[in-house]
């Protein structure tokens, strides 16, 4: 039902000017309300037209005479989604300080929002503005709890649950915002924030785990493209656990104590692992591959700034060894935004099809459609659940990949159950402990 709004009234759902006796007495008229291209005003319209047609009311001098017509609707400028998520952009949290580490620290203070954040935030909100153009185009105050999850439900059949919610949730936070700042009360929404307790549903949490053709079939096929850090990128998320980002951060500390030192180059992390012989094979061939470009580079290094630098680059355990055909030479660069997601996309769907060899007949990488579906975040999960196959605990593998054990114990909980190994380890501990007497009584 609309809501009322003083000095309009509804008919079909549709808003007329409604004067009182005395502004009828007073010489005005009534009138539909509508825009010059004769679209009717949408309730947020109205509600600011009435609100300055008031004001106008307070500041008139004395009234009309009888028979003068009504004046035209006052012209009344709206704030929109579209001005509000600009507004946003431009505030001190989207701020992006030169100074690697001053980032750093406001990122962690919560003083601004992380670069990925601003990826994030700008892309589900360029959905909305794609999706929904009149939406996007909208008064703030227009908007209502039922218009917002209209578009949630919309969003859900066209681009799926995690879109969806993802785009609300962002437009959510903008809201909240913008409120703060004054630019807007949510009268339609009795002063809520319309985004909000919509009960957007969940999705699915995303577990998968790469078995051991999988990964092997990965690293192959990255070795024959000669795309050797992605072949070391995956192993190093198999042996590690850690984010794709935070191992492109890494840099190599060399070994203590039979452990692999990592820091994380940007939050000075450490990581430390037991070498695996595997993982030391791939480490050492890499300083192989990269010996003579870092010879090269610190001899025309000019100031020690410089060198130092250039150390700094080539201690990171990933950079890009693609050969860059302007300078017709590998640069060795650290990978930047989406580079490497792509170049690890490539890999993965050349593994699906397989590589022939140059007969047409055998192949060199054998197909494995399995990995469809597999993403590089996936590693993480496979670490864990690798861990766990070799009978790590769940503290144990929350040491390695950084995991909190909430999260390890959800990845796992997807296995523990379907996964033979574990199962049939589990029966063997139980029947140990049976046979063994254990005990079901505690003493105190």
């Not at 980032?103 to 990826?119: E, F, H, N, S, W």
């Not at 039922?146 to 609300?168: D, H």
């Amino acid at each position: 039902m609309p809501i009322n709004i003083k000095h309009v009234s509804w008919r079909d759902g549709r808003p007329r000017f409604q004067p009182s006796k005395t502004l009828r007495e007073a010489g005005y008229t009534g009138k539909d309300l509508r825009h010059e291209d004769g679209r009717w005003f949408s309730r947020g319209e109205a509600l600011d037209w009435s609100d300055a047609f008031s004001k106008q009311l307070v500041k008139a001098k004395p009234k009309a005479a009888p028979g003068v017509p009504a004046p035209a609707p006052a012209k009344v400028q709206f704030y929109s989604v579209g001005q509000l998520f600009e507004d946003w952009y431009k505030s001190a949290k989207f701020e992006q300080p030169e100074d690697e580490a001053e980032l750093q620290r406001q990122v962690a203070a919560g003083i601004i929002y992380a670069p990925k954040t601003i990826r994030d935030y700008q892309q589900k909100a360029r959905v909305i503005a794609d999706f929904d153009p009149t939406l996007y185009a909208s008064p703030v105050d227009a908007l209502s709890q039922p218009v917002l999850y209209g578009l949630y439900e919309q969003l859900v059949k066209a681009r799926g649950i995690s879109t969806a919610r993802g785009a609300v949730a962002t437009l959510s936070v903008a809201l909240g915002w913008g409120k703060r700042r004054g630019k807007f009360t949510f009268r339609e929404n009795l002063g809520v924030n319309p985004a909000q307790d919509l009960q957007m549903a969940t999705p699915p949490p995303r577990i998968r785990f790469g078995t051991r053709t999988e990964i092997e079939t990965l690293i192959a096929v990255a070795d024959h493209l000669q795309w050797f850090e992605v072949g070391d990128m995956t192993l190093l998320g198999v042996w590690t656990g850690q984010r794709q980002r935070d191992r492109l951060d890494m840099e190599d500390r060399g070994l203590v104590n039979g452990r692999r030192i990592f820091r994380q180059s940007k939050t000075g992390a450490i990581v430390a692992v037991r070498e695996a012989p595997e993982l030391e094979r791939r480490l050492a061939a890499s300083q192989e591959r990269r010996r003579a470009a870092r010879a090269e580079a610190l001899l025309g290094a000019q100031t020690p700034e410089e060198r130092a630098a250039i150390e700094r680059r080539f201690a990171r355990v990933i950079l890009n060894e693609r050969f860059d055909k302007r300078f017709n030479k590998c640069l060795w660069q650290t990978y930047q935004g989406q580079v490497y997601s792509h170049r690890f996309a490539e890999v993965r769907d050349y593994a699906v099809k397989g590589i022939r060899h140059e007969n047409g007949v055998d192949w060199i990488v054998k197909p494995c459609p399995s990995l469809a579906d597999f993403l590089e975040p996936d590693l993480r999960d496979t670490a864990v659940t690798w861990l766990a196959l070799a009978g790590s605990t769940v503290p144990e593998i929350c040491a390695i990949t950084g995991h909190s054990l909430a999260s390890a114990t959800r990845v796992l909980r997807h296995y523990l159950a379907v996964h033979p190994e574990m199962a049939d380890s589990a029966i063997r501990k139980m029947v140990e402990w049976y046979d063994a007497g254990g005990e079901t009584e505690i003493g105190l």
